[in-house]
């Protein structure tokens, strides 16, 4: 017969009424310091109206601001700071991220449609980007597998039927696709430093932006990396999103790399079919990922390109945003360039085509280059200035 | 808490093998403990406000621990964690806590009065001395469950109780978010400010959620009695001073610590406490007293002897460096403070480091001048 210490709790009703739930008053974020999408549009009305919803999963409006909250921004840098736990989120929510996909998608409308094209024959050239100066090529994108809640809310069963899933799917891939499993959590040390130095690794989550979703939660189950025995092909799994599906190679041959991706998705996604399972996709939001910022395409097609004279060009920032492109440095988002090598890719989303969007990835750098070896021979670039795309 | 999957209402569809985590690398109590039968029987249930044993587990999960060092690897949501948890909580508590058993009852004794001595360790050695424990108010949920409006409640209740102390106590709250970058330098060279939350124990937790909203610090104009708020725990209350006079910092906690909690029963508050378990708070370790009572002292000749650590763990003390947990010691000066928590009360912990830390000074002493210590050795406490 066990003593019950708890008998001395008389203060049931106090308990209680201290539970009962507070106002959305008392609630509300202080997102006064804060520089993201998610605080320049949720208001105290909004938040009131929210708190009282849940997705079918039980996802809730703390979860989806949760990381805006904690990670208040950067002056210069719009973070989105809000994140999907679902394919619903983005309906139950959608007084919050409407606004927010359309700040962050250049006035993309909540009635928009939103075209894939993933068929990689419409590419015009993209296979002769100078190899002096393109060091390499890469394309990736994210797909959700539908049925499953997303990384900042699934639970471990869930994580561990994707990656198995995932698994199966890849196993069947042939020919140039032929490749291997590596589950992050048998890696050795060794195969792990080699990964990350073929640009192939996922970061270990440091980033704040991904620890405060709760993405990182039981590290590094079911985490792993796929990859073909070329190394041209990869997947991610469990990282961000559910899948990420990446093709690279050295020199400049988009057209190539862009090829291989648009097959091997293609063949990626009918196997999964094959097993019952489909990727999350609607035709206003593309495809369904867990940060609003990469929904549409997810794609983010990019060189890495030398050009040093050119970033010193006080044209420069204008020059990409006419091309509808951005910069990183050479180890990704937030990265500082290294040797006046720079990270080019496209600054758009949602609301193109994979295709467009290679496109002007590939016009815009074969011009970037151009313009390059022009400043080389000390001649101006006034007359190579492009219209805005 | 918020994020994670407390309300993934998908995972009781998977079979508890599926959900069960891999604790296969792990070493800390809560892994020693957790087995699928015990998960099975636990992952359905919820405390009323809803704190699951998925959230109790998070922190452990996500940091394997140390070969070397034990953390405990799961936390409390709220008071009745301990109770709809204690299949595993209950064993955790007992390995920790020296087998202290689920019928044990533990005794609180604040009467400062009946310690003997501590007023005099020499300074010449004992740097400075400190006390601190932890206070969770009574109908809240805790730090890794509770939400923005409950933990801004808590601080302006905390505000209110501190801002009627007075004589000795008359002090001052700085909120974290408005504290300027100077008033926080000081606040951390004084050795008064917590850790802004980068410790993974605490972030996998749900700990550092709104950082720093709601969060602050108390303290009195003679800086030797301090609140943090809004923390770890609730309150984590602090007395220290420089010098070896722990009579006298024990005095002031005593008092201090029962000044705030008549002040939160006046306003029909009180703290979590039950006699099973003392004062409840976060984590499973600081349960009972919560209390721990520690000097900074040099001995470097002792610390270097072959026999520190098991005249430490007779004595029932442990070190740290001069940082706190998990530093390093600098110069031979240690942070020597009671090893318990549970199961013995505040003057009895308190009297140990007093009378612990006095031998170890005279050993100094003795090893300084080439002597041997081999005739102080203590039994076990």
């Given at each position: 017969?066990?003593t ?26 202080d ?29 809730t ?18 973070t989105v ?15 919050l991220?409407?606004?927010?996909i ?62 198995k ?23 050795t ?35 792993g ?13 469990n990282?961000?999103d ?13 057209k ?5 991706f ?5 063949k ?7 097993r ?8 206003h ?7 609003p ?16 004279n ?47 969007l ?27 200035m492009?219209?805005?795309? | ?5 407390t ?10 093998e ?8 792990h ?13 099975g029987?636990?992952r ?34 709220d ?10 909580l209950?064993p ?10 689920p ?5 609180t ?25 932890g ?16 933990r ?20 001052k ?8 970058d ?9 050795h008064f ?6 410790s993974p ?28 708020v ?21 005095r002031?906690?005593?008092v ?6 008549e002040i ?6 009180g703290?979590?406490w ?55 010691s ?5 942070d ?10 505040e ?35």
């Amino acid at each position: 017969k066990s003593t019950n210490f708890y008998k001395h709790m008389d203060s049931d009703k106090m308990v209680k009424l201290t539970l009962k739930r507070l106002s959305a008053e008392d609630e509300y974020p202080d997102l006064s310091q804060h520089n993201n999408y998610m605080a320049k549009v949720l208001t105290q009305d909004m938040y009131k109206k929210l708190r009282e919803r849940a997705t079918p999963s039980g996802f809730t409006i703390d979860g989806v601001i949760q990381t805006g909250v904690d990670n208040p921004g950067h002056p210069f840098i719009m973070t989105v700071g809000c994140v999907a736990g679902d394919e619903e989120t983005y309906e139950v929510f959608k007084d919050l991220l409407d606004p927010v996909i359309e700040d962050r998608h250049g006035g993309y409308k909540p009635t928009d449609k939103h075209k894939t094209d993933l068929n990689s024959g419409n590419l015009k050239g993209g296979d002769d980007l100078d190899p002096n100066y393109v060091l390499s090529s890469r394309v990736r994108t994210g797909r959700s597998i539908r049925g499953f809640s997303l990384p900042p809310h699934c639970s471990r069963g869930e994580r561990r039927a994707v990656e198995k899933l995932s698994i199966e799917a890849l196993a069947s891939l042939s020919g140039d696709l032929k490749g291997k499993y590596y589950a992050l959590k048998n890696m050795t040390d060794a195969e792990q430093q080699q990964l990350i130095d073929d640009h192939f690794l996922f970061d270990k989550p440091v980033s704040p932006l991904l620890l405060a979703s709760g993405m990182a939660r039981d590290w590094p189950d079911a985490r792993g990396i796929w990859h073909n025995d070329n190394k041209t092909f990869l997947v991610w799994v469990n990282e961000e999103d559910h899948l990420r599906v990446i093709s690279m190679q050295k020199g400049g041959n988009m057209k190539e790399v862009f090829t291989r991706f648009c097959t091997g998705l293609t063949k990626i996604e009918s196997l999964f079919k094959e097993r019952s399972h489909e990727f999350m996709w609607n035709e206003h939001l593309g495809y369904v990922l867990t940060c609003p910022s990469n929904l549409g395409t997810g794609l983010r097609a990019g060189v890495h390109v030398k050009l040093p004279n050119l970033s010193k060009n006080t044209k420069f920032e204008e020059v990409l945003k006419k091309l509808r492109l951005q910069k990183r440095g050479t180890g990704g988002v937030d990265t500082a360039a290294v040797g006046g090598v720079f990270d080019i890719s496209n600054a758009d989303r949602l609301g193109f085509s994979e295709v467009e969007l290679v496109q002007m990835v590939v016009d815009g750098v074969k011009l970037l280059v151009d313009m390059e070896k022009r400043l080389e021979k000390g001649q101006s670039i006034d007359d190579l200035m492009p219209a805005q795309k | 808490m918020p994020f994670g999957n407390t309300h993934n209402n998908f995972k009781l569809n998977y079979k508890v093998e599926e959900e069960f985590p891999d604790l296969s690398k792990h070493n800390n109590h809560m892994a020693k403990v957790l087995t699928k039968e015990i998960y099975g029987k636990l992952r359905d249930k919820q405390t009323p406000s809803g704190y699951t044993l998925d959230d109790v587990i998070q922190t452990g999960v996500d940091n394997p621990g140390h070969p070397f060092i034990m953390t405990v690897g799961c936390v409390a949501g709220d008071e009745e964690s301990y109770e709809v948890f204690k299949d595993l909580l209950d064993p955790v508590i007992s390995d920790r806590h020296g087998g202290y058993k689920p019928t044990d009852k533990h005794k609180t004794d604040l009467n400062h009065e009946n310690l003997k001595g501590g007023d005099d360790l020499d300074p010449n050695y004992v740097l400075s001395s400190r006390v601190r424990t932890g206070r969770s108010i009574k109908g809240f949920t805790l730090p890794p469950h509770n939400s923005r409006g409950e933990r801004r409640i808590i601080e302006r209740l905390s505000i209110e109780a501190l801002n009627s102390l007075d004589g000795e106590f008359k002090g001052k709250y700085y909120p974290l978010n408005t504290m300027t970058d100077a008033e926080q330098e000081q606040l951390i060279a004084d050795h008064f400010l917590f850790d802004k939350p980068v410790s993974p124990l605490l972030t996998c937790a749900g700990m550092a959620r709104d950082w720093p909203d709601g969060r602050g610090i108390w303290h009195n104009e003679n800086k030797t009695f301090l609140v943090w708020v809004n923390e770890e725990d609730h309150l984590r209350v602090i007395s220290m001073q420089k010098g070896g006079n722990m009579r006298e910092v024990f005095r002031r906690f005593c008092v201090g610590l029962q000044k705030i909690e008549e002040i939160f029963k006046k306003h029909n508050r009180g703290f979590m406490w039950n006699e099973h378990l003392g004062y409840i708070l976060t984590c499973p370790s600081n349960l009972g007293t919560g209390l721990r009572g520690g000097v900074h002292v040099k001995l470097s000749k002792l610390s270097t002897h072959p026999k520190f650590e098991e005249i430490l763990t007779r004595l029932r003390l442990q070190k740290r460096g001069t940082g706190g947990v998990d530093t390093a010691s600098v110069g031979g000066v240690f942070d020597i403070s009671n090893a318990d928590r549970l199961g013995s009360s505040e003057v009895e912990q308190v009297q140990l480091v007093v009378d612990g830390v006095k031998l170890m000074v005279e050993m100094e002493k003795k090893l300084e001048k080439g002597e041997s210590i081999d005739s102080m050795i203590p039994a076990q406490k």
